[in-house]
Nanobody, 116 residues
Framework: QVQLVESGGGLVQAGGSLRLSCVAS????????MGWYRQAPGKQRELVAT???????NYGDSVKGRFTISRDNAKNTVYLQMNSLKPEDTAVYYC??????????WGQGTQVTVSS
């Protein structure tokens, strides 16, 4: 089993920045991919970004060019740097991890609110 704990969410004005962090513990040797999904009220959960152990990244179309995912394998931590935030980025952001490409372990989520 893998446990994931997110931090760094909060309230920010449009155009601002936030950095989310997610620390993994437990059976961490089984993790290949880590990443972030988000879910806004009344909407389906959507991909934000993922990164493999080999630093191959994948981004959702709505965040390309504004968000950057990175990973520190020594610290078992994945980061999400979010710049040029928009009100439509408001959502609960969930950290996930998985042994292959898809994510199967999830954190509790952290709220990001962007005011206009």
């Amino acid at each position: 089993q893998v446990q994931l704990v997110e931090s760094g969410g909060g309230l920010v004005q449009a155009g601002g920045s936030l950095r989310l962090s997610c620390v993994a513990s437990g059976s961490i040797l089984g993790i290949n991919t880590m990443g972030w999904y988000r879910q806004a009220p009344g909407k389906q959960r959507e991909l934000v970004a993922t990164i493999t152990r080999g630093d191959s990244t994948n981004y959702g179309d709505s965040v390309k060019g504004r968000f950057t995912i990175s990973r520190d394998n020594a610290k078992n931590t994945v980061y999400l740097q979010m710049n040029s935030l928009k009100p439509e980025d408001t959502a609960v952001y969930y950290c996930g991890a998985g042994p292959l490409i898809s994510l199967g372990w999830w954190g509790q989520g952290t709220q990001v609110t962007v005011s206009s």
